[in-house]
């Protein structure tokens, strides 16, 4: 069975009303998947432990792991990552340790398995000495970083497809040959101030399915034929959608779900094992919300099936 990849405290910390994130998303993605038959508890993996200190500092300086463990954030950075004084709580701070762990988890169990999907993850705003956009730490970064140094990979490729830059995941790769970063976002969106991928693709507001995919389906093999990487991160942000509150992107449902067909079924067929993670999205509505993440978990489950894995 397909591994998921969830943690109760993934939507454990209660933010102010009308706050932007929407926390308890991933406690919807995740009842919704049960209860509409599309997983059982039997294929549900839960870290066993929250990720350590030592392994935040693989991608992040030990000044900023040491302030954030210990609620000992400034103003100035705290103000930066979105979540005001709930940062320095200890809820939080576990929820974003749980977010790492599940992250490392599930690239664990898709190199194992071929494939994986955690239930949240993709944390790409963050930088090495603070966060950003609602990313305290970068979840992608750090599993890399931790993979190479285990020496369970050699070459990871991240394919970011939020429509948001992935400019903390940019930042942190940047001069190591061993991670490659791709990222295909919205030209007119956050951050103002972009950094530098190893691929770039700007995208024209309102790019529709057809554009989009046209352009996802002419680069990806050749990533992959190019850098052979031993694992894909795949970063499925949904505010790439047409009513996404944050996006300027024209993406339908059909589109996001041909979309996570395209990346999944491209790496499986190039024998290259892929780790799934929610990335960002937005909307009032936590069930529409959810199940525009789920397309993820179906095309995961579909192809699950049609390689035989």
């Known amino acids: ?16 009303p009308g706050h932007r994130f929407p926390m ?9 998947l049960l209860s509409d038959g599309l997983i059982t508890m039997d294929q549900v993996h839960i870290p066993n432990k929250l990720v350590d200190k030592d392994i935040l500092e693989l991608a992040h300086c030990p000044e900023y792991v040491g302030h954030f463990l210990n609620g000992s954030l400034d103003a100035q950075r705290t103000r930066r990552i979105g979540f005001g004084d709930q940062t320095k709580t200890q809820m939080l701070i576990d929820r974003t340790r749980a977010e790492i762990s599940g992250t490392m988890l599930t690239a664990e169990l898709a190199l194992a398995h071929g ?15 603070f966060g950003s956009g609602f990313c305290i730490l970068n979840d ?9 140094a285990c020496q369970r990979v050699k070459k990871v490729l991240i394919v ?15 001069g190591d040959d ?3 970063t791709f990222s295909m976002h919205a030209m007119n969106n956050f951050p103002a101030r972009k950094q530098r991928s190893d691929l770039d693709i700007a995208l024209r507001d309102g790019c529709g399915d057809e554009e989009y995919l046209q352009i996802l389906s002419a680069t990806l093999p050749r990533l992959l034929q190019r850098e052979k990487p031993d694992i894909v991160l795949f ?6 959608h047409c ?7 024209g993406l339908t449902d059909d589109g996001l779900m041909r979309r996570e067909m395209t990346v999944i079924d491209t790496c499986l067929g190039h024998d290259i094992p892929v780790a799934g993670y929610v990335g960002g999205g937005y909307a009032k509505d936590l069930s529409v919300l959810a199940k525009r993440h789920i397309h993820l978990h179906h095309a995961c489950l579909e192809m699950w099936k049609f390689f035989s894995l």
């Open 140 to 148: 992608l970064v750090v599993t890399s970083k931790y993979l190479l």
């Open 160 to 174: 970011d497809l939020d429509v948001h830059q992935g400019d903390g995941t940019a930042s942190l790769c940047e």
């Open 1 to 16: 069975m397909l591994p998921i990849v969830y943690h109760r405290l993934y939507s454990a910390p209660q933010l102010r």
């Open 235 to 240: 970063d499925a942000g949904v505010d790439t």
């Open 24 to 32: 308890g998303v991933f406690r919807e993605i995740f009842n919704t």
């Open 115 to 129: 494939l994986a999907c955690n239930v949240a993850g993709g944390t790409h705003h963050g930088f090495k000495d």
């Open 243 to 249: 009513d996404d509150e944050l996006g300027k992107l």
């Open 178 to 180: 061993r991670i490659f």
